[in-house]
């Protein structure tokens, strides 16, 4: 058990540093579009498609850790007054809210699935022929991929929850 | 009986392809209805209440809408052929041609019905036109030399049409370009007459050249296919009814606010120049086909792009336009 | 049940699960979930509406640059410039009481006119004011107050991506609006100024104790040293957006680079650090698009269900006179704020509005400026402001509440809505910079 959750926050981990990346690379393309227009009139191609698909993709692969640490947003009156008074019913409560989580997440995931595969099928893209284009299935495998480790994570926190000490 | 329909547009109502809608479409079924025994009730949801622009084609396919504005200029890999003319400048700057041509391959060309097929819509009619496009920019253009090293934004595949001139191709967005050419970012803009004046961009690109890069076809209304394939015969008669009424008032209100556009921007200081045959021919000589890439393409991706792109050149020779390049038979 | 009816009961559903404590993307995902099964009577719809927003409603190059404006101010932060900048409005504004809530406002509206967003603006000064402010002796909840008014400023002072979008919607020229902007943003911040040195004197257990002790005036020399560096960023951004070398959508990335040229130079930045910002910058923008993707998929919802449009239409059908139309659309604005995020509030409504204000002789730029500032306090009030959402998620601090920082922005809620008053009463406010008004 233990092992698995080690596991799952390695992956969420290592999906944030991936989206950490994407942000320094963001940052770079539009700077030498900058330059090459300005200094070289070359600007690079195709950098407002990249900064419109790189956004999503940052979304997803770093919402699963900001879940794991915390930063998601929500207002902590009730829960924290309920498991200061009575902290199985605030844990029932914190349970089902996750359960809920974990079912709407589930939603987006199954139906951005046919997204995907046709978007993979098709070679589906951004962007003006002949200029430049970009494919759109790595994004929507991005959002398969946050959705699936922000169920494990809302699981684990249920996990957690309930075995104590014990993961 | 009783149909409820959704319309979605991404575009609000102050666009005049999403005025057709109320203005013309929706009266227009509905009369037809009249005697018939069927009622239509709509819910217009424009400006991206449910779909933003270049979504609604999806949200009509899921059957959030049963109509709406199926953007092909903005969904281009789903529509990819219906953007041919946007590939092919210099064929026309008669907006209504364009237009026109562009409803009636949809009418007995299979391969254009194909790509609403795959994507699970039926087309509707009502093509949005877009008036000829203009160059507009912040220094007079006396000669294709002038162009030399400016940077000229383009809306998507336009950046294409730059290729050739000298010119610095910038992709670019109609709701910035102001202040970006007022603050120099470009020197100048592709944009048509009836965007440029609501737009005041002759405020800051005061210098208007009228190459004829020609009139473009951007979408159509289109429906939800297993919604569409349900209805009766007299609906579906009804609907076209009211796509036809919608081009008609469409084109009519668009060459009109055409002419107003470019009075009044010449009213407020802009200059308005036709390129001379030698000009116009100089830049369409010099530029790469990127019609022969877009379709060679689309080509192997299955998708019955030259077919298409020799079907429209065809038909808009035929119907007389004089394309300054044969972009399908180079 | 009809739709408007579901349209209801969704807007009670949200209000309750959030302050019962659902995550706030969670509470809005389901109630749009289940509003769009219970309108169109099938689930399958309903998840196909989910994942439509999931996929497409950030997916644009505006979004895009969120995180490279959230970056630049971390790096700003991290590498001590903030701090800095700090030691020298403290400096100047020593023997005003409040006076680095004044600091941060006048910090926020220099900011504001490199940043189109507002989102970017709260991110960045709870980064760089809140500690220094707190360092400082105010209390917490005020200090998260004033970052958060502030942060209006950002999309009121141009650039601001709110006035490009009511521009697209109304077909009135975005430089216009721009321009129209100017002058409610700075008397917005001429009030918050004022606003927080009456504070400061009157409600002092609100404030805190700013700490009276006077470090003296900073020499010349070190004032120099210390505000050269962030000086010298605003002039690159400011001065490149001017100056035509790049667009404030590119800004972000400039002053992202400018900033991290910086703090390597100075030797403040190492790549260890580099490294926290980053995965700090990504998780802040994580948390507040991700808000946005769920605000999306809800306001599709009630859209759908038809209950604004209704609202909207039946205020556009009542026949108020000037005033009257005027109030009540200002109330709806603000009540909508609530619920939704600002961009589904302009869609929804300026639409609805325009066929009943243009045969008034209204002025669109004017009627654009009343808008947004109306649009905008709906970023403070709860249970949905995104603005307080952001500094919650910046700060990562339990001890400060989204209710403290609620608390702690009303108070400036309060005084935009003077503001607004003043702009509705006296429009050359906003259109007298404008040529031929
Ligand atoms: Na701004
Ligand atoms: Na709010």
């Known amino acids: 058990m233990r092992r698995i959750l080690r596991a799952l926050d390695g992956a969420t981990q290592a999906a944030n540093v991936a989206g950490s990346l994407l942000i320094l690379v963001l940052m770079a393309l539009v700077g030498l579009d900058v330059a090459g227009r300005n200094l070289f009139g070359a600007p690079v191609p ?12 940052i979304v997803f692969l770093q919402i699963p850790q900001a879940l794991r640490a915390g930063r998601m947003t929500r207002s902590e009156a009730v829960p924290g007054w309920l498991s200061r008074r009575a902290p199985w019913a605030g844990r029932m409560l914190e349970t089902l809210f996750d359960l809920l989580a974990i079912a709407v997440v589930w939603v987006i995931l199954r139906s951005t699935w046919p997204i995907f595969t046709r978007a993979w099928d098709r070679g589906e893209f951004i962007g003006a022929l002949g200029d430049f284009t970009v494919p759109v299935w790595p994004v929507k495998a991005t959002i398969l991929l946050g959705c699936a480790l922000l169920i494990a994570q809302f699981a684990a926190r249920i996990l957690r929850r309930w075995a104590g000490g014990a993961a | 009986e009783t149909y409820n329909v959704t319309v979605a547009a991404g575009h609000p109502p102050v666009f005049r392809w999403v005025r057709m809608i109320s203005e013309q479409f929706i009266p227009t079924v509905q ?4 005697g018939s025994g069927h009622t239509m009730t709509f819910s217009e949801q424009y400006g991206g209440a449910i779909a933003g622009v270049g979504e609604e084609l999806e949200a009509v396919e899921a059957g959030l809408a049963e109509i709406g504005t199926c953007q092909a200029l903005f969904d281009p890999a789903k529509l990819a052929v219906q953007n041919v003319t946007y590939y092919t400048p210099f064929v026309s700057d008669d907006v209504r041609q ?32 877009i008036d000829d496009y203009l160059l507009m920019t912040n220094f007079p253009v006396d000669s294709l030399d002038d162009l030399d090293g400016r940077k000229i934004a383009a809306p998507g595949a336009a950046i294409n049409w730059l290729s050739g001139t000298g010119a610095v191709g910038v992709a670019g967005n109609l709701t910035t370009y102001y202040n970006e050419i007022k603050t120099g970012v470009y020197d100048g803009v592709i944009v048509f007459a009836s965007a440029a004046l609501p737009g005041k961009l002759y405020e800051v690109a005061p210098h208007i050249t009228k190459f004829g890069l020609g009139a473009q076809y951007a979408g159509s209304l289109c429906a939800n296919e297993a919604w569409y394939d349900a209805l009766p015969d007299e609906v579906k008669a009804a609907l076209e009814a009211g796509a036809d009424a919608a081009m008609q008032w469409y084109h009519d209100d668009l060459e009109s606010f055409v002419e107003i556009a470019l009075t009044k921007m010449q009213e407020a200081g802009a200059t308005v120049t036709e390129a001379t045959p030698e000009m116009r021919a100089q830049w369409a000589d010099g530029m790469d086909n990127a019609a022969r890439v877009w379709a060679d393409e689309l080509d192997a991706q299955g998708r019955p792009a030259s077919a298409i792109l020799s079907a429209y050149m065809d038909a808009m020779r035929a119907a007389g336009a004089t394309p300054l390049r044969d972009w399908d038979k180079e | 049940m009809s739709p408007f009816d579901i349209g209801l009961i969704a807007l009670a559903a949200m209000f309750g699960t959030v302050l019962l404590g659902l995550y706030v993307p969670v509470a809005l995902m389901v109630c749009s979930f289940a509003g769009v099964w219970a309108i ?29 404006f959230v970056l630049m101010g971390f790096v700003v932060s991290e590498a001590g410039l903030g701090r800095d900048a700090f030691d020298v409005a403290n400096a100047m504004f020593r023997r005003l009481r409040g006076g680095l809530g004044v600091g941060t406002v006048g910090a926020n509206a220099i900011f504001a006119a490199i940043t189109g967003i507002s989102i970017a603006s709260a991110a960045v000064f709870t980064k760089i004011a809140v500690p220094q402010m707190i360092r400082h002796g105010y209390a917490p909840r005020f200090a998260v107050g004033v970052v958060a008014g502030s942060s209006v400023l950002g999309m009121l002072i141009p650039p601001s991506l709110l006035l490009i979008l009511y521009g697209i919607l109304t077909e009135q020229s975005i430089g216009d609006l721009f321009i129209a902007g100017i002058g409610p943003g700075i008397l917005l911040a001429v009030f918050f100024a004022v606003g927080i040195v009456a504070m400061a004197i009157f409600t002092p257990r609100f404030v805190g104790r700013p700490d009276d002790v006077d470090d003296g005036a900073l020499r010349p020399a070190e004032m120099l040293r210390k505000g050269l560096p962030i000086a010298g960023l605003i002039v690159l951004v400011l001065g490149g957006i001017y100056a035509g070398i790049f667009t404030p959508v590119e800004a972000g990335a400039m002053g992202a680079i400018g900033a991290l040229a910086l703090g390597f130079a100075m030797r403040r930045l190492t790549w260890g650090k580099l490294w926290t910002v980053l995965v700090d910058t990504g998780m802040v923008t994580a948390t507040i698009c991700f808000l946005i993707i769920a605000a999306q998929m809800y306001s599709r919802m009630l859209a759908l269900s038809g209950v604004p449009g209704g609202i909207g239409a039946w205020a556009a059908g009542a026949e108020l006179g000037f005033w009257g139309l005027m109030l009540l659309y200002v109330a709806i604005v603000i009540a909508l704020g609530m619920i939704l995020d600002s961009s589904s509030i302009m869609l929804i409504l300026v639409p609805l509005m325009l066929p009943v204000v243009v045969p008034m002789g209204i002025d669109l730029v004017w009627f654009g400026i009343v808008t947004v500032l109306a649009v905008e306090i709906g970023l403070l009030t709860p249970p949905f402001g995104i603005s307080v959402y952001v500094i919650k998620a910046t700060l990562d601090d339990d001890s400060i509440t989204l209710a403290d920082i609620f608390r702690g922005a009303a108070p ?19 259109t007298g910079l404008l040529p031929g008004r």
């Open chain 3, 412 to 430: 400036f809620a309060l005084m935009m809505l003077a503001v607004l008053l003043i702009v509705i009463a006296i429009p050359s406010v906003a």
């Open chain 1, 46 to 57: 195709g950098v407002p498609e990249m900064v419109t698909l790189s956004i999503v993709a």
């Open chain 2, 98 to 129: 364009v237009a026109t041509t562009v409803d009636a391959m949809h009418d007995d060309n299979p391969d254009m019905l194909r790509a609403y097929a795959d994507n699970g819509v039926v087309y509707i009619g009502a093509p949005i036109g």
């Open chain 2, 31 to 34: 009369a037809g209805l009249e």
């Open chain 3, 40 to 68: 169109k009577g099938s689930p399958l719809l309903a998840s196909k509406l989910l994942a439509l927003a999931a996929n497409d409603a950030i997916s644009s190059y505006f979004f895009g640059v969120v995180p490279l």
